[in-house]
Structure formats: C-alpha cells, structure tokens
C-alpha cells in the first residue's frame, strides 16, 4: 500500500501535506510513503530529510498510489496521472473548484475535503480548518504588530511612560482567540466581540475585555455564528464604531467556510481611525470583514493601512505544515484496519459519518449532494452499496459527540 505525498504547484503555496517526522506514523500503519521531488523544500524540509524518515523520494510518486495527499486540491494534469479507485485527501472548497471536482468524478478518483469533516469531537484531530486558524491567527497579531508604528506593550522608563496599544479583535473563533492571545503577550490592551454567547467567557479567558453591544447572540449550528439579519449587522456596525475609531489596530477574523464572510466593518468606520492605525482583514480570500480590503495587498482607507490576508498559514509553512501533516495522518489512521494477520489495511469505512460526510467524488459520481446539484442539476444519483465490514478488515467504533467548535477560519 502506497502513500503518495504530492507536490504543491498552485502560486503561493508554501506548505506540504506531510512532514518527515509523521512519516513514521504511517509506515507504522503499514504504508510505504513516496514523496515528488521538492515537496518539502519552501517549508524548509529537504528530500534528505523525507529519505532518512523512511520515505521514498520519487518523481513517479503518484504510480501505484492507494492515497494521494496535497494541502491543496491537486491540479488537472495530476489528476488525470492518477489511476481510477485512487483516494485523494486536500482541501477541497467545492463552490470555487467545480472543474477540479468534474475531473476528479471523471477520473473515477474518490476524494475527501478536509473541509467538510463534520463538527464532532471525535474529528477534532483531524480539523485542517481548525490547525490552519491557529497558525492565521497568530500571523495576524504579528502582523499587525509589525505595521503599526508603535510599541504594543505599556513602557514606564525614566524619560517618561508609552500607553499600551489599543487593540480590537472581531471574530473570537480558533484564529481570534489566537490573535487576542499573541496581543496580549505581546503587552497590548485587547478587546474583542463575537455574536456567539459562549465567546464571552473564551475572550476572557484569553486576558481580553469582552466588548458587550447588549444585542441577540447568533448561536448557530456546528459552532458557527447563524447569519444575521441587515438591520442587527447595521445596528452593530454603529455599536462597534466608537470601539474601532479609539483602536490603534484592528484585526478581524469571522468567516464561515463555503460562504462569503461576513461585511463587519464599513469604510466610514475605518475612516474613523487614528493617523497611523492599522486592520488586518484575515477574511479578506472570502470577501472580507472590512469594505475595500484586497486579499494579498496593503491598501489606505483614510488614515489607516488595511492588510488583506492572502493564504496566511502559508506565510508561516513550517508550523502549518506540521499541524496539517497531523490531521492528515488521523484522518489516515481512521480509513487504516487490520487484517487477520494485524497487517494495516487501507479499508475506508463509509459507514462512517467523518468519512461519508467529507467525501465529494467517489465510483464515478458526486456523492456530496450540495456539489451534485450544483453542478449536475437535482436529479438524485444511483445509491452508493456500502461494503460490509469482513473479519478481515473491521474498523474501530468510536464515541460520536458533537462539539461546539467556535466560528472562525
């Protein structure tokens, strides 16, 4: 069995799906690994590295391959390199990627998007949102702490005391929280506010000032926030302008995947801001929290420079690789079974709703409903038969317990 760990070719890609030292967790399983030529080496990882961890470093990695690995989804000229019954595991956003998904169907490839393991806590080791939001959320600080002109911390020095900045957070989900606790290492006075009831309690916890508008929470499901109607998010920009007019920067981070995030912060209410003041849009990819921020640029709104995040893990490869690598090692683990023998088997269980619910294509056909309609239309596809488990490759039930898991990148 055969693990091929693919090279990333889109721009701006700097992580890998897997790093030397998980490659033992999956030779463990039972699994030869095989890694393209170069895979590692803008998050710093040579082909050395992959070699003396046990894999094979292989132009032809892909020949042979029970599972193909990338962080993201695998360009058309891979894919049509794979053979058919090839599994494939990458993140995978549907909605923007209905040519790569049609390719895959015609491929007989099935695949699995990271995205869209369900919100359960048995899946949570295997939550590449979650990994990659902690890594996002940390650059946003340092970001932002690079571009303001401005020490974060409180100084008290003989010449004289320098305030703390002023820091404001939207969005108290995995890369918020992140963001607010790097500010607050970082010495900076930080308040933040979330339309969730229990981000309260983890803003606090993290030394933040939790910003209370006095409005409905937005309690939705899998942990999101539900959407909003126009006249509350009107009445919480006005709510939330004297906190960003006051703020040295302002970091916002509220997006839910597959949707455009949502508009949080007008330009009037930037316009507002100190000479010198600085926002970092995370959510600027999907749309962006602030008006007029541009993924992967810095641009001016008044007085302030609006730094619009552009694949931010990237930005920080060697630690986001090795979160991703993780999840994608669990991930494995859980398609992995035993055979009479306590030899691993790549058996997939689709019984299995962390396996059911992230997989797209499979057999030829679309088995994720949303995709199949929006690209094939409503007509419903022929039923998908589920293997019986045999003596020979029988997977380990586990608990199944939703978790709130907060709403963030």
């Given at each position: 069995?055969?693990?091929?760990?693919?090279?990333?070719?889109?721009?701006?890609?700097?992580?890998?799906a897997?790093?030397?030292?998980?490659?033992?967790?999956?030779?463990?399983?039972?699994?030869?690994?095989?890694?393209?030529?170069?895979?590692?080496?803008h998050?710093?990882?040579?082909?050395?590295?992959?070699?003396?961890?046990?894999?094979?470093v292989?132009?032809?990695?892909?020949?042979g391959a029970?599972?193909?690995?990338?962080?993201q989804?695998l360009?058309?000229?891979?894919?049509?390199d794979?053979?058919?019954?090839?599994?494939?595991?990458?993140?995978?956003?549907?909605?923007?990627?209905?040519?790569?998904?049609?390719?895959?169907?015609d491929?007989?490839?099935t695949?699995?998007?990271?995205?869209?393991?369900?919100?359960?806590s048995?899946?949570?080791?295997?939550?590449g949102?979650?990994?990659?939001?902690?890594?996002?959320?940390?650059r946003?600080a340092?970001?932002?702490?690079?571009?303001?002109?401005?020490?974060?911390p409180?100084?008290?020095?003989?010449?004289?005391?320098?305030?703390?900045?002023?820091?404001?957070v939207?969005?108290?989900?995995?890369?918020?929280l992140?963001?607010?606790?790097t500010?607050?290492?970082?010495?900076?006075?930080?308040?933040a506010?979330?339309?969730?009831?229990?981000?309260?309690?983890?803003?606090?916890s993290?030394?933040?000032k939790?910003i209370?508008?006095?409005?409905?929470?937005?309690?939705?499901?899998?942990?999101?926030a539900?959407?909003?109607?126009?006249?509350?998010?009107?009445r919480?920009?006005?709510?939330?302008t004297?906190?960003?007019?006051?703020?040295?920067?302002?970091?916002?981070?509220?997006?839910?995947?597959?949707?455009?995030?949502?508009?949080?912060?007008?330009?009037e209410?930037?316009?507002?801001?100190?000479?010198?003041?600085?926002?970092?849009?995370?959510a600027?990819?999907?749309?962006?929290?602030?008006?007029?921020?541009?993924?992967?640029?810095?641009v001016?709104?008044?007085?302030a420079?609006?730094?619009?995040g552009?694949?931010?893990?990237?930005?920080?490869?060697?630690?986001a690789?090795?979160?991703y690598?993780?999840?994608?090692?669990?991930?494995?683990?859980?398609?992995?079974?035993?055979?009479?023998?306590?030899?691993?088997?790549?058996?997939?269980?689709?019984?299995?709703?962390?396996?059911?619910?992230?997989?797209?294509?499979?057999?030829?056909?679309?088995?994720?409903?949303?995709?199949r309609?929006?690209?094939?239309?409503?007509?419903?596809?022929?039923?998908?038969?589920?293997?019986?488990?045999?003596?020979?490759?029988?997977?380990?039930e586990?608990?199944d317990?939703?978790?709130?898991?907060?709403?963030?990148q």
């Amino acid at each position: 069995m055969r693990i091929a760990v693919a090279k990333e070719t889109r721009d701006g890609e700097s992580r890998v799906a897997m790093v030397p030292e998980l490659v033992g967790k999956l030779t463990g399983l039972g699994y030869d690994v095989a890694v393209e030529p170069g895979a590692g080496l803008h998050a710093l990882i040579s082909d050395e590295e992959y070699t003396a961890a046990g894999a094979v470093v292989d132009v032809a990695a892909f020949e042979g391959a029970d599972l193909v690995v990338s962080v993201q989804p695998l360009s058309i000229a891979q894919i049509r390199d794979l053979a058919r019954g090839t599994t494939t595991i990458s993140f995978l956003p549907v909605g923007q990627e209905q040519q790569t998904v049609v390719e895959l169907r015609d491929a007989g490839v099935t695949s699995h998007a990271v995205e869209l393991i369900p919100r359960i806590s048995r899946a949570q080791s295997m939550d590449g949102l979650s990994s990659q939001a902690l890594v996002a959320g940390y650059r946003c600080a340092i970001v932002a702490a690079g571009m303001l002109r401005r020490f974060f911390p409180l100084n008290m020095t003989a010449a004289g005391t320098v305030q703390a900045a002023e820091i404001v957070v939207l969005g108290a989900g995995v890369a918020g929280l992140q963001a607010i606790a790097t500010a607050k290492r970082l010495g900076a006075v930080v308040r933040a506010y979330d339309v969730r009831a229990a981000a309260a309690e983890e803003i606090r916890s993290m030394g933040a000032k939790s910003i209370d508008l006095d409005l409905e929470t937005l309690e939705g499901t899998g942990g999101y926030a539900r959407e909003m109607t126009d006249d509350r998010a009107a009445r919480q920009r006005q709510l939330l302008t004297p906190y960003i007019a006051s703020a040295d920067a302002l970091i916002t981070t509220a997006a839910v995947p597959g949707r455009p995030a949502p508009m949080l912060v007008t330009r009037e209410m930037v316009e507002q801001m100190k000479p010198g003041s600085v926002v970092v849009d995370l959510a600027a990819e999907s749309g962006g929290n602030v008006e007029g921020s541009v993924a992967g640029e810095v641009v001016r709104i008044g007085n302030a420079q609006v730094w619009g995040g552009r694949n931010v893990p990237s930005q920080m490869p060697g630690p986001a690789s090795r979160l991703y690598a993780q999840n994608v090692v669990n991930l494995v683990t859980l398609m992995t079974a035993e055979d009479d023998e306590g030899n691993g088997v790549f058996s997939p269980d689709y019984a299995d709703e962390i396996l059911s619910g992230s997989c797209v294509t499979q057999d030829g056909r679309i088995v994720h409903e949303p995709t199949r309609e929006a690209i094939e239309g409503t007509s419903e596809p022929e039923p998908t038969e589920t293997p019986e488990p045999t003596a020979a490759a029988v997977p380990v039930e586990q608990p199944d317990v939703p978790y709130d898991q907060e709403a963030d990148q």
